[in-house]
């Protein structure tokens, strides 16, 4: 691995009350671990606005990239066409940024652990889904949990 290298990333959605409501995660390549963080927003971001979710809290466990989408700091070149994109796509809804330590970001670690292993997780969490669609990440969940 090391960095740059051979990344993935992966996010979750929590609705108000802290259940998960979605998880993905995915290969991205070789890549720096800004940049996969970066692309983590980006795809979180995008579905997001594909579901017409608002009033939104990014946690990020990288406080450079808080301060960058925060617009306190100015972004590196190699991740400033994303950062672009994030700002670009969340023009019209209500989003903060929050650093959050590495614990409170297990799932989404291990999310992107689990798909260099396993391959694409791409699940919706919802009451009409089918079994395999929960149990994937809830199980992913369930034993970073037991951790």
């Avoid at 700002?87 to 670690?109: C, F, M």
């Avoid at 798909?115 to 994937?136: E, F, K, L, M, S």
Wanted: glycine content about 8%; aromatic content about 4%.
């Amino acid at each position: 691995m090391g960095n740059p290298g051979i990344g993935s990333n992966g996010f979750c959605i929590r609705d108000e009350i802290g259940d998960l409501v979605y998880a993905q995660a995915e290969e991205i390549g070789h890549v720096t671990n800004n940049e996969a963080e970066i692309c983590a927003i980006v795809q979180a971001v995008r579905c997001c606005n594909s579901k017409n979710l608002n009033n939104i809290i990014i946690q990020t466990g990288s406080q450079l990239i808080q301060k960058i989408l925060e617009e306190e700091w100015k972004p590196p070149w190699n991740i400033a066409v994303w950062v672009d994109e994030i700002r670009e796509l969340v023009g019209h809804i209500q989003i903060s940024y929050t650093h959050i330590l590495r614990e409170g970001n297990k799932l989404a670690d291990a999310l992107a652990n689990h798909v260099t292993d396993n391959g694409r997780v791409d699940n919706i969490i919802n009451p009409t889904a089918g079994p395999d669609d929960y149990h994937q990440s809830s199980r992913i969940e369930e034993k970073i949990s037991q951790d």
